[in-house]
C-alpha cells in the first residue's frame, strides 16, 4: 500500500487549488485501470485522502462517484473496496460491448473514415508485444476498442463505454497470464482496421461480432477458473 500512496501522492499536483470529486475520481478511476489498486483493495479514506491532500467529504464524494460506475463496492462497517467481478458480471459487460461496438460499426456511413487514433493503437499493441509488455498490450487493446467507439462521434456513447471498458479492466487484472489472453486479439484488430480502411463496414462488423464472441468465451473460462462463480 506504501508504494501505492506514494504513487498517489505523486497525482496530488494534477489537483490543482480547483480540486473537485471529479477530478479525484479520475485519478483513482485511472489508478484503478492501471492496476495500481486491485479489485479487493481496500481503500483506506485517511490515506488516499493524505496522499492527495483533499477533504474526507471530497474523497466520500469520489467514491461514491466511482461505486455508481460500479469499480467500487461499499461494504457496511468494513469500508470500501475495489470491486470483484462475478462471472456474471464479465458476461454483462461483452453485452455492452456487443450492442454498443458493432452499432457504431454499422452507422458508420459512407467511407473514408477517420482512423488514425485507430491505427495508432493498433501500432501501439504491436510495440508492447516487441517489448514483451503483455499488460501494455492490453491497454493498447483497449484503447483500440474506445477508438473504434469514438468513430461514432457521440460524447455519452464515449462516457457509457468509458465506464464499462474500466470495468473491463477489473477483470483484466484478475487474469494471471495476460499474454494469452491479449495476444491473439491483436492480428484481429488489425484484421477490423484493414476492413475499415478498405471502406467494407458489413466485414469490420462481422469481425467484430467474432472477435466479441471468442474473447468473452476466453476471458469467462480464465475468469471463473482463476476467481470461480462464488464470489
Known amino acids: 500500500m506504501a508504494e501505492q500512496l506514494s504513487g498517489l501522492a505523486d497525482d496530488r499536483a494534477l ?3 480547483t480540486s473537485t470529486a471529479e477530478r479525484v475520481s ?3 478511476r485511472s489508478r484503478i485501470a492501471e492496476g495500481y489498486f486491485p479489485p479487493g483493495t481496500r481503500l483506506s479514506e485517511d490515506s488516499i ?3 492527495l491532500g483533499v477533504s ?3 474523497l466520500r464524494e469520489a467514491f461514491r462517484l466511482l461505486t455508481h460506475e460500479r469499480l467500487l463496492v461499499h461494504e457496511l462497517n468494513r469500508g470500501v473496496f475495489v470491486r470483484v467481478l462475478a462471472v456474471e458480471d464479465v458476461e454483462d459487460i461483452y453485452r455492452t460491448r456487443a450492442l454498443v461496438e458493432c452499432a457504431v460499426v454499422r452507422g458508420l456511413g459512407e467511407p473514408p473514415y477517420a482512423l488514425d487514433a485507430l491505427a495508432e493503437a493498433v501500432v ?3 510495440r508492447a508485444v516487441r517489448e ?3 499488460k501494455t498490450l492490453g491497454t493498447a487493446n483497449i484503447h483500440f476498442h474506445r477508438e473504434l467507439v469514438a468513430l461514432a462521434g457521440s460524447d455519452r456513447t464515449d462516457e457509457l463505454m468509458r465506464s464499462v471498458f ?3 479492466r477489473l477483470a483484466f487484472h484478475v487474469v494471471d497470464d495476460p499474454k494469452a489472453l491479449h495476444e491473439p486479439y491483436l492480428a484481429r484488430n488489425q484484421q477490423i482496421l484493414g476492413a475499415l480502411q478498405a471502406g467494407d463496414r458489413e466485414e469490420a462488423e462481422r469481425l467484430l461480432a467474432v472477435y466479441l464472441s ?4 476466453r476471458v469467462v473460462e480464465v475468469y471463473r477458473r482463476r476467481v470461480g462463480e462464488d464470489i
Open 15 to 17: 489537483l490543482g487549488r
Open 26 to 28: 479520475d485519478i483513482l
Open 49 to 51: 485522502g493524505g496522499a
Open 56 to 58: 474526507r467529504n471530497t
Open 124 to 126: 501501439e499493441g504491436q
Open 132 to 134: 514483451g509488455d503483455w
Open 166 to 168: 474500466a470495468e473491463l
Open 214 to 217: 471468442d474473447s468473452l468465451g
